[in-house]
T-cell receptor
């Protein structure tokens, strides 16, 4: 079975400071992992994905995530937060053995202070 | 990237009526589509997997007679909320699966439909 745990429901940072959103996963198979962002009243947008290639994945808008199998983690980072980064972020796990169903984490709301 | 649309974006209906929500993949064919439900300030919950030409597969706890899914073509899946009640009010999101090849597929998400049942 697959699941993800997003360790923080809310994260608040100042503009220009680093962002760290934490995600741990559980999977019976070699997982595919994704980060999605959802702005208020908007659809989900894919930030980045890990699919067993390079463990450090670069996404859009300066976001990165590193797949660490030993820690079963896939944390999302950005060196410098921007006001426009304020949104809800979802970590997602998918497994080959489950007809590619997506399992969403509970979400982390990122607040960026001026 | 691939585009998935949903219609309507917002619907308000009276209790006891049925509401149909459409999900379309605009520039690719999707054998499989998924329907999710998102409660306010909550995560997305997978409701069902919609397969073109066959019956949908529902997640545990989701009433299949309440949430009727039809995937009649490779670009269209519909979700009908039958005899809607206020507790069915929610944000419904669909996704269409794009077969990337290799070991994984990708899902492209629609913008969502806000259902309010009075």
């Amino acid at each position: 079975a697959q699941s993800v745990t997003q360790l923080d429901s809310h994260v608040s940072v100042s503009e220009g400071t680093p962002v760290l959103l934490r995600c741990n996963y559980s999977s019976s198979y070699s997982p595919s992992l994704f980060w999605y962002v959802q702005h208020p009243n908007k659809g989900l947008q894919l930030l980045l994905k890990y699919t067993s290639a390079a463990t450090l994945v670069k996404g859009i808008n300066g976001f990165e995530a590193e797949f660490k199998k030993s820690e079963t983690s896939f944390h999302l980072t950005k060196p410098s937060a921007h006001m426009s980064d304020a949104a809800e972020y979802f970590c997602v796990v998918s497994g080959v053995g489950n007809f590619n169903k997506f399992y969403f984490g509970s979400g982390t709301k990122l607040n960026v202070k001026p | 990237g691939a585009v998935v649309s949903q219609h309507p974006s917002r619907v308000i209906c009276k209790s006891g009526t049925s509401v149909k929500i459409e999900c379309r993949s605009l520039d690719f064919q999707a054998t499989t589509m998924f329907w999710y439900r998102q409660f306010p300030k909550k995560s997305l919950m997978l409701m069902a997997t919609s397969n073109e030409g066959s019956k949908a597969t529902y997640e545990q706890g989701v009433e299949k007679d309440k949430f009727l899914i039809n995937h009649a073509s490779l670009t269209l899946s519909t979700l009908t909320v039958t005899s809607a009640h206020p507790e069915d009010s929610s944000f419904y999101i669909c996704s269409a699966e794009w077969v990337a090849g290799g070991r994984y597929n990708e899902q492209f998400f629609g913008p969502g439909t806000r259902l309010t049942v009075l």
